[in-house]
């Protein structure tokens, strides 16, 4: 039997793993449009958890526009206001790290004036969804068991 790392999750929050996960497989597969579709669209849900807001904002502060600065901001703000709700052991440490290079990568870009989707090349060695040593967000199929809990709990 497949292992379900979410099977103690209600359907409205393997709902919202599910909304991730596709946003991220659309990073990954280059289309920029829907990722942007459903990391909006998930930031229009209350209800979800607030690393999957995070990972919302981590991936909208890849657009090279004026917004993207403040969404590395919110992305910062929500990781580092987990530390009162989680242990020490819990606090997701990865995901402040990459949000901080995010927001330090947006300001960058919007110093140099770029225009369009930030990739790889723009944002230094670890891009939201890159796979390298340290990343904080995988493949949806990668990092399901490593980060599966922290995204159904709020």
Known sequence: MADNTYADLDNESRTYIALHDAMMNHYFDKNYK???RLAE??????AAPDLIH?????????RKDAAAVGHA???VALIEGMRVLVSKEE???EQLDEA???LQAAKDRMAKG????ATAADTGDVVVGDAGAGAAVARPE??????GADLGTK
């Open 34 to 36: 829907e990722c942007v």
């Open 41 to 46: 669209q998930l930031l229009t849900k209350p």
């Open 54 to 62: 995070a990972r919302c904002h981590m991936m909208l502060s890849l």
């Open 73 to 75: 901001e919110e992305a």
């Open 91 to 93: 606090f997701p440490q």
């Open 100 to 102: 901080r290079r995010l």
């Open 114 to 117: 770029e225009g369009g989707m």
């Open 142 to 147: 990668q990092s399901a068991k490593k980060s």
